[in-house]
């Protein structure tokens, strides 16, 4: 028999330190300073547009993670956009087949910097159980991905939980990140100039 | 009336002789076989004898059987007869190294993207079809997937559970 694995290392997310607590700083009566850094990423986890690119059964769990009852709003994502242009997380969801490749690879890169990725699902995280010759092999073979969700398909609080990571690397993130050499090597390791 | 399909054979062999062979009915079915020069005329004839007029084509597909040497590659043709609501199945075989079979897509329109799909999976090649290119797989590969040629999985693979995929 093969044995059942759980993760006993389940690391539990603290919601205030997620949703607003303040960057550390320097208070006084009628001001406050602190890092533009901190500032800047403070503001920018808390209003991330998602731009859903759903193509199998994860979307539906999406469709649950944005709807009433668990309600992707409260994280300040209210705003779906259905635009590249607009959008600064692409959430894939979804097989995405080596014919699809070329058309995800191409929304990402119609995205504007700063942008983030996320793969939702076993699917989009390694080919899940489509091991075959139509199906790429999980979208990093393609486009960078900063979060990883599990799960066929993942129920709407594993999402959430990959949203709050993202939000964690988001608000964490140098102002400077984008164009330091490091990112540079990073695209360019996936053929983006 | 409604035409039976030992009316069919009937009339397939009065037309064609020796040349229409493996007569058989599975699941009250009828299927049968030409050499695959033949293809076109046959199918010509069920169209136009009155009294069959196999005018629908509802699918066109290929069979890959490894083991018959010299006829590995088989090209199926599903006709259905609307007016008697009554269906065969019409194949012909090719050698694999040759895989040459006259186009249907003169005969019925539905044949053009069928034809592609085929030669997509399976790479026979028809000649004369008008645009004979690979229409669901990427239009870089290089090889046609649903022959029994390759491993279902790719066995270099190493950051999955061999056990799920059958590799373990």
């Known amino acids: 028999m093969r044995p059942v694995r759980f993760n006993i290392n389940a690391k539990t997310a603290n919601i205030a330190d997620a949703i607003g607590a303040p960057p550390p700083g320097f208070a006084g009566e009628g001001f406050f300073t602190t890092k533009m850094s901190d500032v800047v990423g403070l503001a920018r986890k808390n209003s991330l547009w998602p731009l859903p690119f759903a193509t199998s059964c994860c979307g539906i769990e999406f469709m649950a993670t944005m709807a009433s009852h668990y309600d992707l709003s409260r994280f300040g994502a209210e705003r779906v956009g259905f635009s590249p242009r607009q959008c600064d997380l692409l959430m894939v969801m979804g097989t995405i087949s080596k014919k699809m490749g070329p058309v995800l690879r191409q929304v990402y890169l119609q995205m504007a910097e700063p942008r983030w990725v996320m793969a939702v699902g076993a699917c989009a995280s390694s080919g899940g159980i489509f091991d075959t010759y139509s199906v790429l092999q999980g979208i990093d073979q393609v486009i960078p991905v900063d979060v990883y969700v599990p799960g066929c398909p993942p129920r709407p609080e594993a999402i959430i939980d990959g949203f709050m990571r993202i939000q964690d690397l988001v608000g964490q993130e140098s102002i400077r990140r984008r164009n330091g050499e490091q990112y540079k090597a990073l695209l360019n390791s996936y053929g983006i100039e | ?168």
């Not at chain 2, 009828?30 to 084509?57: A, C, R």
């Not at chain 2, 509802?58 to 490894?66: E, F, I, K, R, S």
């Not at chain 2, 010299?70 to 599903?78: C, P, Q």
Request: glycine residues 4%; charged residues 25%; proline residues 4%.
């Open chain 2, 1 to 168: 009336m409604a035409i039976t399909n030992s009316y069919i054979q009937e009339k397939l062999t009065e037309k064609f002789g020796e040349q229409v062979t493996n007569f058989e009915e599975t699941y009250g079915m009828l299927s049968f076989e030409s050499p695959k020069e033949l293809n076109l005329k046959v199918l010509q004839f069920l169209y136009d004898e009155p009294t069959l007029s196999f005018q629908f084509m509802t699918d066109l597909t290929a069979v890959h059987y490894p083991n018959q040497t010299g006829r590995e590659l088989a090209v199926v043709y599903h006709m259905h007869n609307l007016v008697e609501n009554v269906r065969l199945r019409f194949k012909v075989y090719t050698d694999i190294s040759t895989p040459d079979v006259f186009t249907a897509s003169k005969l019925f329109e539905a044949a053009n993207w069928m034809e592609r799909e085929t030669f997509d999976f399976f790479g026979i090649n028809f000649v004369g079809h008008p645009n004979l290119k690979r229409v669901l797989n990427v239009d870089e590969m290089d090889y046609f997937p649903l022959r029994k040629e390759y491993p279902l999985e790719d066995q270099t693979r190493i950051d999955k559970d061999d056990e799920m995929f059958g590799r373990g």
